[in-house]
């Protein structure tokens, strides 16, 4: 993550989320990665200063513009931070960790990024690049996983809010984090056809991108069998004079 100050790349440590830059001092949080001036906050009590972090974090659970201080308090609302097997997880009394919810908020920035790249660039483009970009390729992440997760919503607070009796829209975003959207499609009968479709379409385009990378990697191996070839000639003439 950025600081929003001077865009200095850093990581949190297992403590709460406040930050504050090394380089330009600059508050910020790193959940929704604004600066404390920038932030939805609670008003100040009289007297109290204006600029507090503190103040984002009030009734964060019930304001989608405001922010945990801890990252783990998140699982009392959204229980797809426990990752993948979020419901063996949920069982697991001695789960709870820190460091697994920040390895799903950075999975989620890191998707929502090449996400919009890929939005700018094109979808002809954006395959082109984990082809051609090792950093790209080695991400982590599939390009059927890229186009496929929902990254509407970082936060799902819709069931914690209806167990409190909040009415919630029936057009408010569940937030499905880093569910596939087709999976999720797949499961209301008006739509399954366009969901296999999707994920048929998402499946082909990654054996393209798997195929086209295979390519790469087998001309690559040929030019630098090549390279030493042509090294050992070199140095072949230059023993025999």
């Avoid at 890191?110 to 991400?139: H, P, Y």
Wanted: aromatic fraction near 8%.
């Amino acid at each position: 993550m950025r600081c929003p100050g001077c865009q200095l790349a850093g990581r949190k440590d297992d403590a709460c989320t406040h930050m504050t830059c090394t380089k330009c001092s600059t508050e910020w949080c790193y959940v929704c990665g604004l600066d404390v001036e920038s932030c939805d906050k609670e008003a100040p009590r009289v007297g109290g200063r204006v600029n507090d972090i503190y103040l984002h974090n009030r009734d964060w659970e019930m304001n989608e513009k405001r922010c945990p201080m801890y990252l783990t308090q998140i699982l009392e609302v959204d229980l797809h931070w426990l990752g993948e097997n979020w419901e063996e997880n949920a069982t697991n009394e001695d789960f709870e960790d820190d460091e697994k919810c920040l390895d799903y908020l950075h999975r989620f920035r890191t998707i929502k990024l090449l996400q919009q790249v890929l939005k700018k660039i094109g979808k002809s483009a954006f395959i082109s690049t984990f082809v051609e970009f090792d950093g790209i390729r080695n991400c982590g992440y599939t390009y059927a996983e890229v186009v496929s997760t929902c990254t509407d919503q970082l936060i799902d607070r819709r069931e914690f809010l209806e167990n409190r009796g909040i009415r919630v829209d029936d057009d408010t975003n569940g937030g499905m984090a880093f569910e596939e959207v087709a999976q999720g499609a797949a499961l209301d009968e008006n739509v399954n056809t366009d969901a296999l479709l999707i994920d048929n379409i998402d499946a082909f385009e990654q054996r393209l991108v798997d195929e086209a990378v295979q390519r790469s990697e087998e001309t690559a191996a040929e030019d630098d069998q090549l390279r030493q070839a042509l090294a050992t000639s070199a140095e072949e003439l230059d023993s025999n004079p």
